[in-house]
C-alpha cells in the first residue's frame, strides 16, 4: 500500500510538471513566430489589457482548453531593478474532461509573455510581495476567450 502511495504522488508530480513545461514552451513558441512574423515584441498596450488578450489567445492556440475562468486578478511586484512585474493569475476548468478539477494559471508579462499552467502557475500568484490591482477577472478573460474564431 505504502508503495502505491508514493508511486501516485509520482505520477501527480510529474504530470503537473509536465503540463507547465508544455505551456511555457508553447507561449514562449508562439512568442517566437509573433516576432517573426514581424509584429514588435513588446505591447504598447497597457498591461491588465495586454495579459487578458495574451491569456485568451494562449487558451484558444492550446490545450487544455477551458470550458471557465474563475479567480481571476492582475496584480504586480516589483523587480530587484525596481519594475513592475505585472501577472495575471486564476483558474480554468478544462472542458470535456468527465471528471475535470480546476487548475491554475498564470500570464506573465516579460519581453512578450509567458504562460504557466498548474502548480507551477500557482506558485507565480502566491508570492507574498504580489500587490493585486484588480479582483475577479474572470469575465473578461472569458469574454475574450470566446470572442476569438
Same mark, same amino acid.
Given at each position: 500500500?505504502?508503495?502505491?502511495?508514493?508511486?501516485?504522488?509520482?505520477?501527480?508530480?510529474?504530470?503537473?510538471?509536465?503540463?507547465?513545461?508544455?505551456?511555457?514552451?508553447?507561449?514562449?513558441?508562439?512568442?517566437?513566430?509573433?516576432?517573426?512574423?514581424?509584429?514588435?515584441?513588446? !505591447?504598447?498596450?497597457?498591461? &491588465?489589457?495586454?495579459?487578458?488578450?495574451?491569456?485568451?489567445?494562449?487558451?484558444?492556440?492550446?490545450?487544455?482548453?477551458?470550458?471557465?475562468?474563475?479567480?481571476?486578478?492582475?496584480?504586480?511586484?516589483?523587480?530587484?531593478?525596481?519594475?513592475?512585474?505585472?501577472? &495575471?493569475?486564476?483558474?480554468?476548468?478544462?472542458?470535456?474532461?468527465?471528471?475535470?478539477?480546476?487548475?491554475?494559471?498564470?500570464?506573465?508579462?516579460?519581453?512578450?509573455?509567458?504562460?504557466? &499552467?498548474?502548480?507551477?502557475?500557482?506558485?507565480?500568484?502566491?508570492? !507574498?510581495?504580489?500587490?493585486?490591482?484588480?479582483?475577479?477577472?474572470?469575465?473578461?478573460?472569458?469574454?475574450?476567450?470566446?470572442?476569438?474564431?
Amino acid at each position: 500500500m505504502r508503495h502505491s502511495v508514493v508511486l501516485l504522488t509520482t505520477i501527480v508530480v510529474v504530470v503537473s510538471c509536465g503540463i507547465s513545461r508544455v505551456a511555457r514552451a508553447q507561449s514562449q513558441a508562439g512568442a517566437d513566430q509573433k516576432i517573426a512574423s514581424g509584429e514588435q515584441k513588446t !505591447s504598447t498596450k497597457p498591461p &491588465l489589457e495586454y495579459l487578458l488578450d495574451s491569456a485568451a489567445a494562449d487558451f484558444h492556440s492550446h490545450p487544455p482548453h477551458p470550458a471557465r475562468f474563475r479567480h481571476v486578478r492582475f496584480g504586480y511586484r516589483i523587480g530587484s531593478d525596481g519594475t513592475k512585474q505585472y501577472r &495575471l493569475c486564476g483558474e480554468f476548468l478544462p472542458e470535456n474532461k468527465g471528471n475535470a478539477k480546476w487548475l491554475s494559471f498564470a500570464t506573465l508579462r516579460t519581453s512578450g509573455y509567458e504562460q504557466y &499552467l498548474g502548480e507551477h502557475g500557482l506558485s507565480f500568484c502566491k508570492e !507574498s510581495k504580489i500587490i493585486w490591482d484588480k479582483d475577479d477577472l474572470s469575465s473578461s478573460l472569458q469574454s475574450r476567450f470566446d470572442a476569438m474564431p
